[in-house]
């Protein structure tokens, strides 16, 4: 008695209802196989488990790279890769094109998040230091200034000068995150708008990040301190530090500061009012700019053919393109009102910069703002228009090095994809 085996079982030369075959009981050399009798016939891929590789019930998948049979016992013959060519060659092809596309998108995409939080943060630092810094009479409002001040950091304290912080950011960018996540989990708060809005789901949606703010705020401060506190006096501290002086600052504890210190309450208002500015400036000039783009992009594909690679750089280019512009809007309009943030944030903290006009030495921050349109006022009076833009050549360096490793990476990938297609 012979056991039981499915109809779809392949091992061994075996196949539907060969069993009834004549010479099947007899002895081995006698069984009879439906093709030739090569060697070929006796390695066979597995049996075919219904459901897997997107298979109908009954379809059988051939040996990979072997041609398909010319008798097929069960259904019409399958291709080995659906929507390619008989022989597989441009199945594999077009696999490689995939997988190559794929990863050249993770590496524009990684190399946009590098530039903007790694290879931008030198400009980050000189930049705040240079808003809050009250004392200089140097503003730096070319990139020209800027180089050569970071030159004399890097000089004269290393190269730690120009990368202090850079943990710290990272730490108040997750605490954002995982707070609007946490806050929209247990609140009916929207955290993403749909297409089909209406004012109501825009206002709430508004509260949620104006409550995320609120929640971050401290840790921004905190953090705010580690970016400008000059290197020269500073302790090694690790990098949970920007966490412990952001709890420290909501109760009350840790580091003393001075009687200037501005309570959290009085910091609300123009962090909330910065923040959901920066938000919805960035939003409308993304979704603009991601408009015009893909129009151009529809306008050019009516009028010529365009050619694989094109296509391709059209599928990852313009979102980059719209958050760049987006980022560089927003950080220049609201360039004013970020001075005026990070001068109420630092008050009162006891914290000692870098001499942004000499490039050596040491400034205390000493000032006595009562608040918001105080500090308008004052830096009106005592440092002019002009004085709401120190540091602005700082971000001229950074945006145009954001763009420049855009431009680098589009060349890359477009030569990537032409030698594979």
């Not at 006796?42 to 990979?64: C, F």
């Not at 050569?148 to 950091?153: P, Q």
């Not at 905190?222 to 500073?234: D, F, K, N, P």
Request: proline share 7%; hydrophobic share 35%.
């Amino acid at each position: 008695m012979h056991p039981r085996r499915p109809d779809g079982f392949d091992g061994l030369g075996y196949r539907g209802g060969a069993r009834d075959e004549q010479g099947f009981s007899g002895a081995f050399p006698a069984r009879s196989f439906s093709s030739g009798s090569d060697l070929s016939h006796w390695v066979t891929t597995p049996p075919d488990i219904p459901g897997s590789r997107n298979l109908h019930w009954g379809e059988k998948s051939p040996p990979y790279g072997a041609p398909a049979p010319s008798t097929p016992l069960e259904g019409p013959a399958e291709e080995p890769f659906p929507g390619g060519s008989s022989s597989g060659g441009g199945g594999v092809q077009g696999q490689s094109s995939e997988q190559l596309n794929r990863f050249a998108g993770f590496g524009i995409g990684l190399a946009s998040l590098f530039t903007e939080n790694v290879l931008a943060h030198p400009c980050i630092v000189l930049r705040r230091q240079c808003q809050v810094n009250y004392h200089a009479r140097h503003y730096h409002l070319t990139p020209f200034t800027v180089i050569n001040i970071m030159y004399s950091f890097n000089k004269t304290q290393g190269p730690r000068a120009l990368w202090k912080g850079m943990g710290s950011t990272f730490i108040v960018q997750g605490v954002t995150l995982g707070a609007e996540g946490i806050i929209s989990e247990f609140t009916p708060l929207p955290r993403e708008i749909s297409h089909k809005w209406n004012p109501k789901q825009i206002g709430e949606h508004l509260l949620l990040k104006s409550l995320t703010y609120m929640v971050a705020m401290p840790f921004y401060s905190a953090s705010l301190i580690e970016t400008v506190q000059s290197e020269i006096i500073r302790d090694n501290t690790g990098i949970l530090e920007c966490v412990k002086e952001g709890i420290g600052r909501v109760m009350g504890l840790g580091v003393p500061h001075s009687k200037r210190l501005l309570p959290l309450l009085s910091l609300i208002f123009p962090t909330v009012l910065h923040g959901v500015l920066h938000y919805i400036i960035s939003s409308a000039i993304q979704k603009f700019v991601l408009l015009i783009l893909k129009r151009k992009t529809y306008s050019s594909h009516l009028a010529e053919s365009t050619s694989p690679v094109q296509s391709m750089l059209d599928a990852y280019f313009p979102e980059l393109i719209a958050n760049f512009a987006a980022s560089l809007c927003s950080d220049v309009i609201l360039y004013p009102l970020e001075t005026v943030l990070h001068r109420l944030h630092i008050q009162g903290t006891r914290t000692i910069i870098d001499n942004t006009d000499l490039g050596y030495e040491v400034l205390p921050i000493n000032t006595q703002y009562e608040g918001m349109r105080d500090c308008i006022n004052t830096i009106k009076q005592e440092e002019g228009m002009l004085g709401f833009y120190k540091g602005f050549g700082a971000v001229i360096i950074q945006y145009t090095l954001h763009a420049a490793v855009l431009q680098i990476t589009k060349i890359i990938y477009s030569t990537l994809l032409q030698n594979s297609v």
